[in-house]
């Protein structure tokens, strides 16, 4: 992500001047999943005026017969702005078809589906759009289709920058740190946001191990009986250890500009590239990601050989860094003080490294068992956990020893009780939002859930939910996961379906360079947008309720950007649910 004042520049250099409100679809007076709906899971639409009526109708089609007949919710209010909502729940109607809703006075709701495998096209798309982010590296038509492109920033040949320079990497000289994703709109790559997203996808594995192998997302390079999920996850996780100083260990925060690219295509940006100064979080984001790799890609010794071994030696290299070096922060004012190269990209800034090191000490734990990684797990037990995030990755230990319980040393197993006991806080408190929001959904229950990336924190909150349900086996916390899909692809104040490519209303305008600069009409799709955001960073003119602070506009990189931590845990949730349905749906869950 592009953070902060720096980015207003970028607007200028847009070749299209937009008009805020001129592209915005007015959203439909009753909303639902875009993408439809599970026979045997929760299902509700939600009505954004408070209508007189007090029952809803399912109509089939073609031939508009009544099948369905709900009595509507109360009038809701979220207390933070002033829509009136009224939710129709038709969980009960369980059969596959084409359906709208019909209410006296109020419009037909837009078509939507119920049938099995409903979220199969999204949870693929959310995928592969890892592929289309994928530096160094042409995208091929026969994969890409009409998003097809050359090769940009080969990265071969990067720039140690003063900040990062050390005895045996003097300042100015080159190194090799090809390949990974670009991280958001820009084509940066920053190790602290991809060691959330490549430890999401791996645990999308680890979780659903059976399902991912018969997941095809159609991308290159694939090797004999790896999942798609562990070949693209593997493209970044090569890129992540070629940014470890192999003289120490120690990791490097970034590869950058100095300046941020114009909106170009990839292999357009020629701008000199540098990894920046080694820091606290980076190293752990590694030691973190690395120790889980080990454990997954320890069973494919003939397709990856030795990639396992190097990773526990790449992870445990950056855990020693760590240990001599626990407090290092990475500050760009601090840094641009220093040197004459002045970096103005993305900070992801970081100065509490707490939670990194207990996510750290609980994959290496996991992986190896040994004290030393536990003692330093315990040693912050009693330490406050929140929704995952980049900068706020100690609950991703939390579902790793969950995860992992049964492979623990004896010794150790007690802990997980007090984990699980913890997730369950959380999970609780989500299932009364969702019980009792305006929409039905889990996100929305505060003000503070419309930031930068609310998105993103709509799906943290499903991971949690799923999490919850795979230990808990309580088909409430899986329910109210899927609420918040639903929000994300149309079941929201806006209408929108915040995936590019995916429902009858998405976005067409993100705040994506390649996007914006291919000639291509639409997006590329599978993209999981920001969505509303009551900040406003980008000083555009946004509706005034929170819930309805998005524009569908190129320039507005802060509700419309796109992220690799947004859409990681997007894949997540969305083959989570298609894995679950079916698991509920034969009554083996």
Request: proline content about 4%.
């Amino acid at each position: 992500m592009i953070n902060g004042i720096v980015r207003l520049s970028l607007i200028g250099l847009l070749s299209v001047a937009t008009a805020v409100n001129a592209q915005q679809m007015a959203a439909p007076e009753i909303v639902v999943d875009q993408s439809g709906y599970y026979p045997k899971l929760e299902k509700s639409a939600v009505v954004l005026r408070a209508v007189s009526g007090n029952s809803f109708e399912l109509l089939s089609l073609p031939d508009r017969k009544s099948v369905y007949t709900g009595v509507l919710s109360e009038i809701k209010t979220t207390g933070y702005s002033k829509i009136e909502t009224r939710i129709a729940d038709f969980t009960a109607f369980d059969r596959p078809g084409q359906y709208i809703i019909r209410i006296a006075g109020v419009s037909e709701s837009p078509v939507f589906k119920i049938a099995d495998g409903v979220h199969h096209d999204l949870a693929v798309a959310a995928l592969k759009a890892f592929y289309y982010q994928r530096a160094s590296s042409a995208l091929d038509v026969n994969y890409a289709g009409k998003w097809y492109r050359a090769a940009g920033h080969p990265d071969t040949s990067v720039y140690i920058h003063p900040s990062a320079a050390s005895k045996n990497r003097k300042a100015d000289s080159k190194i090799n740190v090809s390949g990974g994703w670009y991280d958001a709109g820009d084509y940066n790559k920053y190790v602290v946001n991809s060691g959330i997203s490549t430890s999401t996808l791996l645990s999308a594995y680890e979780d659903f191990s059976d399902y991912f192998l018969g997941l095809e997302a159609h991308i290159p390079q694939a090797k004999n009986k790896v999942p798609d999920v562990l070949t693209e996850a593997i493209y970044n996780l090569r890129w992540m250890l070629k940014m470890q100083d192999p003289t120490d260990g120690g990791v490097y925060n970034k590869c950058t500009n100095l300046n941020f690219d114009g909106m170009i295509m990839p292999d357009k940006a020629t701008s000199k590239r540098y990894v920046v100064a080694k820091g606290t979080a980076a190293t752990l984001n590694l030691a973190a990601v690395a120790a889980q790799a080990y454990r997954i890609f320890k069973h494919f010794p003939e397709q990856y050989p030795g990639l396992a071994d190097s990773c526990l030696l790449v992870s445990k290299k950056a855990w020693s860094w760590s240990v001599n070096n626990p407090n290092v922060a990475y500050d760009q004012d601090a840094l641009n003080k220093m040197s004459d190269l002045k970096v103005t990209t993305g900070g992801y800034g970081d100065r509490n490294f707490e939670d990194e090191w207990t996510w750290a000490s609980a994959e290496l734990l996991a992986s190896t068992g040994q004290q030393e990684y536990y003692d330093a797990f315990f040693a912050r037990l009693n330490a406050p956990v929140s929704l995952p995030s980049w900068n706020n990755v100690a609950m991703l230990g939390y579902y790793t020893l969950i995860r992992c319980e049964g492979q623990l040393p004896e010794q150790y197993k007690s802990v997980t009780s007090i984990l699980k006991k913890k997730i369950l806080n959380h999970a609780d408190r989500y299932l009364t939002a969702f019980e009792t929001g305006a929409y039905h959904t889990v996100i929305g229950a505060s003000l503070n859930d419309f930031a930068w990336g609310s998105n993103s924190s709509a799906m943290n909150q499903s991971i949690l939910l799923i999490n919850a349900y795979l230990f808990s086996k309580k088909d409430a916390y899986l329910d109210a996961a899927l609420s918040n899909l639903d929000y994300v692809l149309g079941k929201n104040a806006t209408g929108y379906s915040f995936v590019t490519g995916i429902g009858y209303k998405s976005p067409m305008h993100p705040h994506h360079r390649p996007s914006f600069a291919d000639g291509v009409a639409e997006p590329i799709p599978g993209l999981l947008v920001g969505g509303p955001n009551r900040g406003k960073q980008d000083g555009l003119q946004y509706n005034a309720e929170p819930e309805l602070s998005y524009l569908d506009d190129v320039s507005s990189y802060a509700s419309n950007e796109i992220a690799i931590n947004w859409n990681a845990p997007l894949v997540y949730v969305a083959n989570a649910v298609e894995c679950l349905q079916k698991a509920r749906k034969d009554g083996t869950k």
